[in-house]
DNA sequence: GACTTTCATGCAACCGGTTGCATGTCAAGT
DNA sequence: ACTTGACATGCAACCGGTTGCATGAAAGTC
């Protein structure tokens, strides 16, 4: 841990160094800072916070440890004045229940943990930042956790939350099947965007969604179209490419793929020769980075959208930035993180797995990327 | 816990509700899964993992608790040989250690919690993951919680987060000064983007770059910038706006401020008659997404960028997306992260507060959207 | 061979709550 | 007045580890 030593800018402060003042550790009765200020803000002692414990409650309140305890998780089993003297004393006191030492005597700590492959990928904060909203308003509290895409790092991370969370969220797990299963058989799992038989699971339907972008092409006269593929060991990029060749092949409209091999922006600009030299008029891509590529390629080429050229996006991570803002397919990614907690809550309430398939649709966002051919 | 039921799109097994096995759950060995295979997969009980326990090891391995205690914590105090007999026995029957009783015994669980204002702005994924990675090497867990901006809510979480971390990085708290400081009494506290004398604390130096930035434009020959200013109530947008007047007077460049009251995108798009009406060839933006906005709206009014104007982006959120491919202001985000949970790892460890005053410096990424006038 | 010293291990208390059961009190029932 | 039951509260065991101290055996010293 000396990071902070080698890649430091600039120390403001030149007092470093831990300084350890006159008093001693242990006779601290609470957390706090000490030290003399003679100067400007030196170092300090930490004091561990001795937290008040149930003991000196229920001593101040004249009641023995338990009444203490019960006037906190089961009031009507004590008379209403003796709950009222115990609030007071507690109050008096500052008495917060430890946390910890509930866990172990019940058993439940009331964390749940959520996994994903990259925060930094701008389809996960919704669904995070949906997933802590649904917990906390169950009083529980979400743990965190970056695979950075790495199965490995993804099941070292599951062992590592598995001994203090009650539950777990996966999204886009990048696990095998046989290794999601395994840890399913340890402690609750709720899937996101993978669909395995007997695990509790919501699913993405950007199937649906992508059908309809083909559907608004065909209306507008566009007759050939290229899909613009993402990741091929995605999920999600196979379920999409079925979904168009089926709407296209239903709509009598001509399919061609272009992969976007690399990561989105960059491979999706790259793509644009590709595309353009398929002789289509229009382009759905896997995603709207992709397609944020393509449209930085295309007006590179002065190729004008959507007058010469229509494009359609996937997951709707853009909000209506671009310029022109493009049309996509909604992602639904918050309320895949709501449900999934909210289904994790659930099976730890009642105890029961369900094999649950939780199927959310998506459909197409118009904006201003697509025109009449 | 009955949202699920009435968001439900589709329901893809029609068997929900909790259906109780034939065996008690008291019974169970392990968790698992039970319940007749009948049709589908159908709902089935959860059996709490009754780990196995510290007593259990001692028994199989012929020792005391304490000597298994031992084994794992400290090896150097036991006979090489009692040590092996132990682990052998420990991992014959699949134990490990229950971190919730450990952490009730010695006081350490080993996890920090991270609050942030926005998972969802682009600024604070990386910092979150880098935060993240971080504490992973030093196998800590990271709480997160989003405080949606709210300082109640961002109260709340301390409070709740409180009982069960070691130490608290606050990133770009709402929160007034006293409120830190009174939670800083508490528990150690890391402050990234608060300047608070005696708390530990990184700062990203915003205005270093965008002095830069100024100076850059004004290479180029532009006599007049505006800056599209923040949020008011923003240390950030304080610190660059300040550092942007500075510089352009040294410089002596003429600069007027206008203000992109709401949020990012849509603000910036509407500044734009504002800032042609003020004459000026180039713009500083508050972030990105208000540049981004600035680069639409100039779209839309056929002016050309870099050619007619050119305009300078902040925080670099966006990489190179944009198109053309915006000039920025490197955020350091990430490193913020990084050396905020160092710190406060450390602070752990040392069981010192330091008073340190990180800065980061930033710097002027140029691209595409600066050029002479 | 008696006397330290060293070292491995066990004992038992402790961390701070929760909870099944026993006890005691008081009012209702007959 | 005596039984019965309901109810409020206390006792003590328990959750699963850690740790200061005691113990006893082996090794070292003279």
């Given at each position: 841990m000396q990071p902070v030593a080698c890649q430091v800018d600039e120390w403001q402060s030149g007092i470093v160094g831990a300084r350890i003042a006159g008093a001693s550790i242990d006779e601290a009765a609470d957390f706090m800072v000490s030290g003399t200020k003679n100067r400007e803000f030196p170092d300090t002692m930490i004091k561990r916070a001795k937290g008040v414990t149930i003991?000196?409650?229920?001593?101040?309140?004249?009641?023995?440890?338990?009444?203490?305890?019960?006037?906190?998780?089961?009031?009507?089993?004590?008379?209403?004045?003796?709950?009222?003297?115990?609030?007071?004393?507690?109050?008096?006191?500052?008495?917060?229940?430890?946390h910890t030492a509930r866990a172990l005597s019940t058993?439940?700590?009331?964390?749940?943990?959520?996994?994903?492959?990259?925060?930094?990928?701008?389809?996960?904060?919704?669904?995070?930042?949906?997933?802590?909203?649904?917990?906390?308003?169950?009083?529980?509290?979400?743990?965190?956790?970056?695979?950075?895409?790495?199965?490995?790092?993804?099941?070292?991370?599951?062992?590592?939350?598995?001994?203090?969370?009650?539950?777990?969220?996966?999204?886009?797990?990048?696990?095998?099947?046989?290794?999601?299963?395994?840890?399913?058989?340890?402690?609750?799992?709720?899937?996101?965007?993978?669909?395995?038989?007997?695990?509790?699971?919501?699913?993405?339907?950007?199937?649906?969604?992508?059908?309809?972008?083909?559907?608004?092409?065909?209306?507008?006269?566009?007759?050939?179209?290229?899909?613009?593929?993402?990741?091929?060991?995605?999920?999600?990029?196979k379920q999409r490419r079925t979904a168009i060749r089926a709407a296209a092949s239903n709509l009598g409209v001509a399919i061609e793929t272009v992969p976007a091999v690399l990561a989105s922006y960059n491979s999706g600009r790259n793509a644009v020769s590709a595309i353009l030299a398929t002789g289509a008029t229009a382009a759905v891509a896997f995603d709207d980075l992709t397609a944020q590529g393509v449209l930085a390629g295309l007006a590179e080429k002065k190729v004008s959208v959507p007058g010469d050229f229509s494009l359609i996006g996937c997951d709707d991570v853009l909000g209506a930035v671009t310029y022109p803002a493009l049309t996509s397919v909604s992602n639904r990614s918050m309320e895949a993180g709501r449900v999934a907690v909210s289904l994790l809550l659930d099976m730890l309430q009642s105890r029961a797995i369900r094999d649950v398939r939780y199927v959310l649709e998506t459909h197409l966002v118009v904006r201003n990327t697509t025109a009449a051919r």
């Open positions: 003991s000196q409650v229920a001593d101040a309140a004249g009641v023995a440890r338990s009444s203490v305890s019960r006037a906190f998780t089961r009031p009507d089993m004590l008379s209403p004045e003796t709950v009222e003297r115990i609030m007071k004393a507690a109050e008096a006191l500052g008495y917060v229940p430890n058993g439940r700590h009331g964390n749940v943990g959520l996994i994903v492959p990259d925060i930094a990928n701008p389809f996960f904060p919704p669904l995070i930042q949906a997933a802590q909203i649904e917990a906390d308003r169950s009083d529980f509290c979400i743990f965190l956790g970056n695979t950075e895409e790495n199965p490995k790092q993804e099941d070292k991370l599951v062992g590592r939350f598995a001994g203090q969370v009650e539950g777990l969220v996966l999204a886009s797990s990048r696990l095998s099947d046989e290794r999601i299963r395994a840890h399913a058989g340890q402690l609750p799992l709720v899937l996101i965007n993978r669909d395995i038989d007997g695990i509790p699971r919501v699913l993405i339907d950007s199937g649906s969604g992508v059908s309809q972008a083909v559907e608004h092409l065909a209306k507008l006269g566009h007759r050939k179209i290229v899909y613009v593929s993402g990741p091929s060991n995605s999920w999600s990029n």
